[in-house]
């Protein structure tokens, strides 16, 4: 089957590739662009541990074609941190101790930034509303609601 | 509590709250997980899997995926060894080969829908996906059965001819569906339940659920044209997986090497074997690299869960809220192979409880699903689930507060389990005095709210374990471990040797050896890691230190015995006693002292003390839907020691919200021909963040007297109190009693209706 040629961009770097026409952009993060930070944990909408930015907008990427990234802007997991500065999520994720096995924290991460630059100083509710999209088997989600909101204070604070 | 030869003064490490050292690779996507990997040359497996839920295969023709263009290998049943019946304990579970090769691939019969019945490789996804439409399987299909009681009628479908119930004397005469009978108890129970004043006896129900775990299995498989062969996988323990897949394949253990990948949780169910065999055995067959991945769907038809169970408990107590006698049925649901978690269930029914009169009978039943594996205490929450019920409600009828009443029965050192064994020191007393301390036990609560408490207990356990620190020749250590890290034993583990060594934890640096970079290493599991390997990491830096030690003694030109260890420095005892020497200062002479510093440990672990937890919890019943929300909720578990106290924190909460989910909302639902319903997160349905509030925790600390810090498994117990505590709540919100899981909206406003005479 013919692929289909695709130019886009993610974190900021043109990039370009042939993808199939059934390839999903989680597809061809992973398998053709080797940027295996987002991850699939159903395929279908279900889990977010997918999530990323398709022109500013958060998205699961299974549920995206590659092929629809044409022109458009993506933001990974793989382009959060700064050099060698942590963005204040990250860091905050670590210090309480918000994962376990970590295969979900890439998705709550971006999701959560997606968050705060909507609300910067959301309520406990509204931060368990908004990730209610991502699923962690491991941590009951209470640290990483602590973990979300302490980087909103950081944040606003910064 | 001070118990000798536990080291629980002065330190600077243990019981802290350290950034783990794996955590940036995990924040910024960098970790590899199972399905992270690619190499070149490789191809993509796919497996086809049974449509029926038990069907005789009659025939398996693959010349047309054979002949498709890209297609480099297609595998059935005959390309693994079919092996004779063998058990072998994995985790706190048996496992028996010829089931292992019959699970991973199909052999005389399909046993439950999604069961594998051939692979093929290709060089794309695409291709091997037509492949698999290509082959023809020829099936008869069987009647099925799925219900554990019908399972066990003389006349249900038999799933294996050849199976007579282990257990009974004399030995049946006929084959059936019940793989085992195990019995435990003792004392007498009809003269205990003639001493009772109230007596309460009830039956209870649970579903099949599944760990859940986010990481599909995933694994990456290249054996070369001599034989040698590597595996990258996701697993709780590579040195198992490497064990099964040798045997599976016929192949030395030293001709495949396993490397664990990180994991994305396993819970229990990454103890086990699926897709591994099979892309050795395409990979082997293509002489290329082969990497497989399952789809949710395919996790879900065929991998895990644990068992659903009908259970039956009676207990009978005095009015001043003494127990005197305990009885319990339990029959468990194995999936297509024997192996229910239901012996540990049997064990640990009663186990909080200090009994004269005890008695607890299990049926271990194969029905057509798929085989059980571990998940999480397995067994554990399913009998304690019943017996918690049971519990609560004498308490009720004899007009005793429920803490308090556990409080009178509870197990303490001394106490002679259930199972049989003398107790250890254990922490339930303590547990429950700190849920009664709580502000969240005397809080108020409003109409349709109830409260409910339960407890809980697992064993944990010990085994083989190796771990070896090497020291840099700049000071630093490496640590290498043979237990994969699930939640952070990274951590753990550091801080217990850079504890013992005196120096930071920075110093130190985990990394997960493979199977050829030290020797076996018992999986990831029963609450083994910071236990066991911790205890091994001790014994490798003890060994360090001796040596460390002795350089020291060569340099000063003195015994050994001069010499001690402190804060990480070599010091000289008596005159001269300012003289000191750095852990960096000896490593960058070791060449001249006696050559390269390296600590082993390879131990039996023993000893591991089991882990008790109570749970509260508040509930919200909304009584026009039958909706159960939870309001609040508090763990309080015995770590023996917390070495990372947010990590067990972490433990408890997951554990609890796992619970949560079991409680109110997971099951299969399968249709009347057997096919699972909803092998999807969007129908079978994990709590998520916006379900739970936040997870209150407090660790109580008895030490266990047989590890250096004191440190009990933690991992594990969470899950056990839980569905209990929350049937104990939704009772107490709504004044009718639930025994069913899981307890959905549907299943509650019925209860409702049913008593408002609806
Ligand atoms: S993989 Fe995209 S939402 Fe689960
Ligand atoms: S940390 Fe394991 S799924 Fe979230």
Not at chain 1, 74 to 101: R, S, Y
Not at chain 2, 314 to 324: E, L, M
Not at chain 2, 487 to 494: K, N, T
């Amino acid at each position: 089957m013919a692929k289909q040629h695709v130019t886009t961009t993610v974190n900021g770097d043109t990039v370009e590739f042939l993808c199939g026409t059934e390839q999903t952009l989680l597809d061809v993060l992973r398998d053709e662009l080797y940027l295996t930070g987002s991850k699939e944990g159903c395929g279908s909408g279900d889990c977010g541990a997918c999530s990323v930015m398709l022109d500013g907008r958060l998205v699961c990427a299974c549920l995206v074609l590659g092929a629809e990234a044409q022109g458009r802007s993506v933001e990974t997991i793989e382009g959060m941190a700064k050099g060698d500065e942590l963005h204040p999520l990250q860091q905050k994720f670590l210090e309480h101790a918000a994962l376990q096995c970590g295969i979900c924290t890439p998705g709550f991460l971006i999701a959560a930034k997606a968050l705060l630059a909507k609300k910067p100083n959301p309520t406990e509710t509204e931060v368990r509303y908004w990730l209610a999209g991502n699923l962690c088997r491991c941590t009951g989600y209470d640290k990483i609601v602590r973990a979300v909101m302490d980087a909103a204070v950081v944040m606003r604070t910064a | 509590m001070t118990v000798p030869g536990v080291t629980q003064k002065n330190l600077k490490i243990v019981g802290t709250r350290p950034l783990r050292p794996d955590g940036v690779d995990k924040v910024t996507g960098r970790a590899k997980f199972g399905a992270d990997i690619h190499v070149p040359n490789m191809l993509i497996g796919r497996v086809l899997r049974s449509p029926h839920a038990h069907a005789r295969i009659k025939s398996i023709d693959v010349s047309k995926a054979q002949a498709l263009k890209g297609v480099k290998a297609v595998i059935t049943c005959a390309d693994l060894c079919d092996l004779p019946s063998e058990f072998i304990p994995a985790g706190e579970m048996m496992v028996n080969f010829k089931d292992m090769t019959r699970n991973v691939m199909a052999r005389e019969k399909a046993l439950y829908e999604g069961h594998a019945v051939a692979a093929v490789a290709a060089v794309s996804d695409a291709v091997a996906a037509h492949a698999l439409a290509l082959i023809d399987v020829q099936y008869e299909v069987l009647p099925h059965v799925m219900d554990v009681s019908k399972a066990m009628e003389p006349d249900a479908p038999l799933l294996h001819d050849d199976m007579y119930t282990i257990g009974v004397e004399p030995k049946p005469a006929m084959p059936s569906n019940i793989a085992k009978r195990v019995e435990f108890g003792f004392g007498d129970l009809e003269a205990g339940f003639a001493k009772a004043d109230v007596i309460v006896e009830r039956e209870f129900t649970t579903k099949p659920v599944h760990q859940g775990y986010i990481e599909p299995h995933a694994c990456l498989a290249s054996v070369s044209e001599d034989g040698k062969a590597e595996l990258w996988c996701t697993t709780q323990g590579q040195f198992i997986v490497r064990a099964f897949c040798a045997k599976l394949l016929g192949m030395e253990v030293s001709n495949l090497r396993v490397t664990a990948s990180e994991i994305g949780g396993g819970f229990g169910g990454k103890t086990v074997v699926y897709l591994e065999p099979l892309a050795l055995a395409l990979s082997r067959k293509a002489c290329q690299p082969v990497k497989m991945t399952m789809s949710r769907t395919e996790v879900f038809r065929a991998s895990g869960p644990t068992s659903g169970a009908k259970i039956w408990v009676k207990v009978g107590a005095t009015k001043d809220g003494r127990i005197t006698a305990a009885e319990a049925l339990l029959k468990y649901q194995a999936g297509a192979f024997q192996g229910s978690p239901v012996q540990p269930g049997a064990m640990c029914a009663f186990a909080p409880y200090d009994l004269e009169n005890v008695r607890i009978v299990g049926f271990d039943v194969v029905v057509n699903r798929p085989k059980v594996a571990a998940y999480r205490a397995p067994g554990g929450p399913i009998s304690e689930f019943a017996v918690e019920g049971v519990i609560d409600e004498i308490a009720k009828k004899i007009g005793m507060d429920p803490v308090e009443f556990r409080l009178k029965n509870a197990a303490k050192e001394g106490t002679r389990a259930p199972y049989g064994p003398k107790l250890g020191p254990i922490g339930l007393v303590e547990t429950l005095q700190a849920a009664k301390a709580h502000a969240h036990y005397r809080a108020p609560l409003k109409a349709n709210q109830g409260r409910g408490v339960a407890s809980g207990f697992w064993f944990n356990i010990g085994g083989e374990t190796c771990a070896t620190l090497n020291v840099g020749e700049d000071g630093s250590v490496a640590m290498v471990l043979g237990t994969p890290d699930i939640g952070g034993s990274r951590a753990s583990l550091s801080m217990m040797a850079a504890e013992e060594l005196g120096i930071p934890m920075e110093q130190v640096h985990a990394i997960i050896g493979d199977t050829s970079s030290l020797g076996f290493n018992f999986l990831t599991g029963g609450s083994r890691v910071t236990f066991s390997s911790g205890m091994a990491v001790v014994e490798a830096a003890r060994d360090v230190i001796k040596q460390l030690r002795s350089r020291a003694a060569k340099i000063w030109e003195v015994s050994a015995e001069e010499v001690e260890w402190v804060e990480g420095r070599a010091r000289l005892l008596g005159e001269g006693k300012d003289k000191s020497l750095s852990l960096a200062d000896l490593a960058k002479t070791a060449g001249k002292t006696g050559g390269p510093i390296v600590g082993n440990a390879a131990i039996n672990a023993t000893g591991a003390g089991p882990s008790l937890a109570t749970h509260l919890v508040d509930v919200e019943v909304d009584p026009e839907t039958g909706k159960v929300t939870i309001l609040r909720y508090t763990a309080i578990q015995d770590a023996g020691k917390a070495v990372h106290p947010s990590y067990v924190e972490g433990q408890m909460q997951g554990g609890a919200v796992q619970g949560i989910g079991w409680a109110l909302n997971e099951e299969y639902i399968y249709d009347d021909k057997g096919r699972l319903e909803n092998p999807g997160f969007l129908d079978y349905r994990i709590p998520v963040c916006s379900d739970v509030p936040m997870i209150d925790t407090v660790i109580v600390e008895v030490p266990n007297p047989r590890h250096p810090y004191g440190v009990r498994g933690v991992g594990e117990t969470p899950i056990v109190p839980p569905m209990a505590a929350i049937a104990n709540a939704v009772s107490n919100a709504t004044g009718y009693r639930f025994t069913d899981l899981p307890m959905s909206p549907p299943r509650v406003l019925a209860a409702i209706d049913s008593q408002r005479g609806g």
